[in-house]
């Protein structure tokens, strides 16, 4: 039920919005508006980089917002689909969960078309958005429990192929530590319906503790430019 005004297959920049339909009290026929990126241009991979899955976790959502605001169509190689804040009640509301119903949009994967805002959001990006993309990026941080030493991470998929470009792009962030992990906490998770695409996915926590400093600020600024540079999907210098 998600729609969208912003056109997938054109050349250019575009901004617009996700509109996931919610009904309540004050709004019969109200949507959550999600804000969505999109710079496409001549050829090369399509890019899908996402912050605020956990609405808490600001460092994600400032680099990519930032991000949308500075590159030019000239700047992209292939197709950039930027959502800061891809959460965005949660975002809002400065916490880990959706205040609307309550889950968390890292366990709500694959979702469900005719679920609740969260599960309607997981949905389009199984379906529409991870389909046509190459590598998905997904930035999170500690947010407000926790504090990480800044750092890129994946999980360790089955698939050689796979895995080597996953280590190749995590090691594009630049920072000092990785890791290389395997769940124990849940399923559902976004860059496990990504990976079982195939897709090259990047993800990172990026300290945290609900305070940004401006060298971990730097780190997630830096480290996403310099993953779009070795995708290919951008050589700009920003
Ligand atoms: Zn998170």
């Not at 976790?57 to 680099?63: C, F, M, N, P, V």
């Not at 994946?154 to 000092?176: F, G, I, K, Y």
């Not at 300290?207 to 050589?235: F, K, T, W, Y």
């Amino acid at each position: 039920m998600i729609r969208t005004e912003i056109d997938l297959q054109r050349q250019g920049k575009q901004q617009g919005y996700l509109r996931v339909p919610y009904s309540h009290n004050l709004g019969g026929w109200a949507n959550v508006m999600i804000p969505m990126t999109l710079i496409a241009h001549g050829t090369g991979p399509t890019v899908l980089v996402l912050g605020g899955n956990h609405g808490d976790e600001y460092q994600g959502q400032i680099a990519i917002m930032k991000l949308a605001r500075a590159i030019s169509q000239e700047q992209v190689h292939g197709r950039l689909i930027l959502i800061p804040s891809l959460n965005f009640p949660a975002a809002l509301a400065s916490t880990r969960l959706s205040p609307i119903d309550g889950m968390n949009l890292n366990r709500a994967f694959p979702g469900d078309a005719e679920g609740s805002v969260t599960s309607q959001i997981a949905h389009y990006l199984t379906h529409e958005l991870f389909p046509i993309a190459d590598a998905v990026i997904d930035i999170h941080s500690g947010g407000r429990s926790m504090e990480f030493v800044p750092c890129s991470h994946m999980h360790v998929v089955s698939d050689p192929m796979q895995r080597q470009a996953m280590l190749d792009a995590m090691l594009a962030w630049n920072t000092e530590f990785c890791f290389l992990y395997t769940d124990i906490a849940g399923t559902g998770l976004l860059p496990v319906e990504a990976e079982n695409q195939g897709k090259t996915v990047v993800t990172t926590e990026l300290g945290g503790g609900e305070a940004i400093p401006a060298n971990v600020h730097r780190i997630a600024h830096d480290g996403l430019v310099n993953v779009l540079r070795h995708l290919g999907c951008s050589m700009a210098q920003l």
